[in-house]
């Protein structure tokens, strides 16, 4: 497998414009995780699913924020509309679902909102 | 909901020596503690794991030890190299018939800095 695939790794975006962030977990996994990092807050937990079914999205900052899981195989963060605080780096992962396994981590999406 | 705070912030150490990170935890719940690095610009990656049915797990030059009555858990590197300086995150789980999904809650993290 090749792991948690996200797409795209770096994103540049002007004020005001929608932002989509792209994940494909690994197959056979059931959770997925959206988790934000930033040299202030470290990495936070944004929402996550579980059998493309959101459990909790307390984390999710905004109403800006939006996340789907259409299917078993992909998940979408979306930023609508984007702001210079959105500034971050963007990871997804993936695990079995059961309590007591690791997480696999994407390699990130680095947003930049000028 | 489960808290993990992490210390200290940042750690420098000389090459050769030992480093050791702290974890605390709130709920007693929790029965999986993993431990992951990060190096600059890279994703995290787990490097060791322990359960509450264990008090110490050691692989090669790092250990972690957990003590469950306290809510604590650590991680020691011992003869540190250059190449372990990274960003180290402690995290909590639980597992009660698959109910958490999974859901790992991080601590702060630490950075390390290993000096030639």
Redesign the interface.
Known sequence: DAGVIQSPRHEVTEMGQEVTLRCKPISGH??L?WYRQTMMR??E?LI?F?NNVP??DSGMPEDRFSAKMPNASFSTLKIQPSEPRDSAVY?CAS?????????F????TRLTVV | GENVEQHPSTLSVQEGDSAVIKCTYSDSAS??F?WYKQELG?????II?I?SNVGEKKDQRIAVTLNKTAKHFSLHITETQPEDSAVY?CAA????G????????????TILTVHP
């Open positions: 059931n959770s995780f470290g990495l937990l996550y579980n459990i909790d990871f695990s079995t679902g059961q309590g007591n396994t690791e997480a981590f994407g390699q990130g | 029965n999986y993993p890279k994703r995290p990656q787990l794991d359960r995150f789980s639980w597992g009660a698959g109910t958490s999904y999974g859901k790992l809650t991080f601590g702060q993290g």
